[in-house]
C-alpha cells in the first residue's frame, strides 16, 4: 500500500498524550493514527448504509407459518411447564 507524507494541526498536550498512549500499546504512532482513521471510515460507510442511502435490500421468499403462533406459544409453555415439574 502507497504511504502519503501528510501536515496536521492537533493540540500540543493531545499529541504528546497520543504519542504516549502509542508508546504505551508498543505501536507506531503512525500505525495507531490509521487504524484510528480506518475505524472512522468504516463507520461512516456503516452509518450511510443504515441510513439508506445504499440499497441494502434482502431478496428472500415468505416462508408460511405451518401453526398459528397462539399453538406455537402454547407448546413451548406446556414444554417449558413439564420440564419445570419433571414431567
Same mark, same amino acid.
Given at each position: 500500500?502507497?504511504?502519503?507524507?501528510? #501536515?496536521?494541526?492537533?493540540?500540543?498536550? &493531545?499529541?504528546?498524550? !497520543?504519542?504516549?498512549?502509542?508508546?504505551?500499546?508498543?505501536?507506531?504512532? +503512525?500505525? &495507531?493514527?490509521?487504524? &484510528?482513521? @480506518?475505524?472512522?471510515?468504516?463507520?461512516?460507510?456503516?452509518?450511510?448504509?443504515? %441510513?439508506? /442511502?445504499?440499497? $441494502?435490500? %434482502?431478496? !428472500? /421468499?415468505?416462508?408460511?407459518?405451518?401453526? +398459528?403462533? #397462539?399453538? %406455537?406459544?402454547?407448546?413451548?409453555?406446556?414444554?417449558?411447564? $413439564?420440564?419445570?415439574?419433571? @414431567?
Amino acid at each position: 500500500m502507497a504511504k502519503v507524507k501528510t #501536515s496536521i494541526y492537533v493540540d500540543k498536550e &493531545l499529541w504528546e498524550k !497520543f504519542k504516549l498512549h502509542a508508546t504505551r500499546r508498543r505501536i507506531e504512532v +503512525s500505525s &495507531l493514527l490509521e487504524e &484510528l482513521i @480506518q475505524d472512522e471510515v468504516a463507520e461512516a460507510l456503516l452509518d450511510k448504509s443504515y %441510513l439508506g /442511502e445504499e440499497d $441494502n435490500t %434482502l431478496d !428472500f /421468499e415468505p416462508v408460511e407459518a405451518k401453526d +398459528s403462533i #397462539s399453538d %406455537l406459544v402454547r407448546l413451548a409453555r406446556d414444554d417449558r411447564a $413439564n420440564r419445570i415439574h419433571g @414431567q
